[in-house]
């Protein structure tokens, strides 16, 4: 257990920018998949899926975000538009968690949205644990129905987030970390 450990003490994000390929192997991605499904699911609903963006996958996500972008956004210049088309792009595997509620008399739809986010902060911690970069992002893109829309989304589903996972391109430094006692209440 001390690797377990010492492992979830230095986990550290890693930014999108920062990462390049190669990415996880098919074997390594299926890996980092069973673990973000193995999650709370209090009644066993599964109320998550996944949308994995690699190679061209990337830009055609990245299409429908751009599409969307300059369409609400007419004064846009060339180079925002073109910001938003990559922001798929920067790591060779992008992981969309889709929360995606079921109806259930005794699990609200909160608690299975948060069964969504086990799921990410899974993804992160298999891809790190397999030593890839790894960060969970979300930005407008994960809130704008629009673009849920674009990327295959049901109308009842949300986005939990978008984990950007890739070969580290420069040591990851930390970053400062709130003192226990700004945190924590004992009761």
Known sequence: MPDVI????????????????????????????????????HGKLAPWRFIVFEGDARARGGAVIAEVFARKHPEATAA???????RLSEAPL????????KPHPKVPEWEQELSAGASCMNIV????????????L??????????????GLAAHEKLAGFIHIGTRTRPNDDRPRPALAEVVTRF
Do not use: C, H
């Open 80 to 86: 925002e538009i073109a910001t938003e088309q990559g």
């Open 94 to 101: 992008v992981i969309a968690v889709v929360s995606s509620p």
């Open 125 to 136: 911690a298999a891809a790190s644990a397999l030593g890839y970069g790894a960060n969970w």
């Open 6 to 41: 010492s492992f979830l003490q230095t986990r550290r994000s890693v930014k999108p920018r920062e990462m390049t390929g190669p990415g996880p192997s098919p074997d390594e991605l299926d890996t980092i998949l069973t673990i973000g499904a193995r999650v709370p699911d």
């Open 138 to 151: 979300s930005g407008w893109i994960a809130y704008d129905r629009d673009v849920l829309t674009g990327l």
